[in-house]
């Protein structure tokens, strides 16, 4: 079984994922991770790199491709990623939901801990910062993601699991996800 997990900012993707590879015994990938090192080997902040690739499609299909590789020569892994569920049609296909406001609330207690590890920008010195960058990320996902795949990365048509994390805690939305999964490994 091959999970792929997307959704917006905050909604809890990595933790989830971090919480289900140690659960599941299956190794995760994070495309997230993966393009915050290249942006950071260019000398670029997260923000700045997702704007280069509205014009330079390589800062995405690099990625992209890794995922695609991933799908065909690996199984029982986790791939965490906004595009994951398109480049891995096979996977189970999991939607992290959050409120946005929520979603800056939850990013700006994590810059707090250590802003360096997530190489977000360098004006993110306030709770309202966080809000608008999470705001101009996904006007760059979605613009970079229909220009160059015709898709939205945030429709939750494309799922098969969709959960609205905004008022749950990790522990209730670990416990969903289990009991959902476990449905679909039956089918």
């Known amino acids: 079984m091959i999970i792929t997990i997307s959704g917006n900012a905050g909604s809890g993707k990595s933790t989830l994922a971090e919480m289900l590879e140690k659960k599941l015994k299956m190794k995760r990938y994070y495309m997230g991770g993966i393009r915050r090192a290249l942006a950071k080997?260019?000398?670029?902040?997260?923000?700045?790199?997702?704007?280069?690739?509205?014009?330079?499609?390589?800062?995405?299909?690099?990625v992209d491709d890794y995922q695609t590789e991933l799908g065909r020569k690996k199984d029982n892994i986790i791939v965490e990623g906004r595009t994951s569920f398109f480049f891995i049609p096979n996977s189970l296909k999991v939607y992290l939901y959050c409120d946005p406001r929520e979603g800056a609330r939850r990013i700006w207690k994590s810059l707090a801990k250590d802003g360096a590890k997530r190489n977000?920008?360098?004006?993110?010195?306030?709770?309202?910062?966080?809000?608008?960058?999470?705001?101009?990320?996904?006007?760059?996902d979605?613009?970079?993601?229909?220009?160059?795949?015709?898709?939205?990365?945030?429709?939750?048509?494309?799922?098969d699991i969709i959960v609205d994390t905004t008022k749950l805690g990790i522990k209730q939305v670990f416990d969903k996800m289990l009991k959902e999964i476990k449905k679909h490994k039956q089918h």
């Open 41 to 62: 080997k260019r000398g670029m902040t997260l923000t700045e790199y997702n704007k280069l690739g509205e014009k330079d499609p390589s800062t995405d299909r690099e």
């Open 120 to 140: 977000e920008g360098k004006g993110l010195t306030s709770y309202a910062a966080v809000l608008a960058s999470i705001h101009d990320r996904q006007k760059s």
């Open 142 to 159: 979605r613009r970079r993601y229909k220009k160059y795949y015709n898709i939205n990365t945030y429709d939750k048509r494309h799922y």
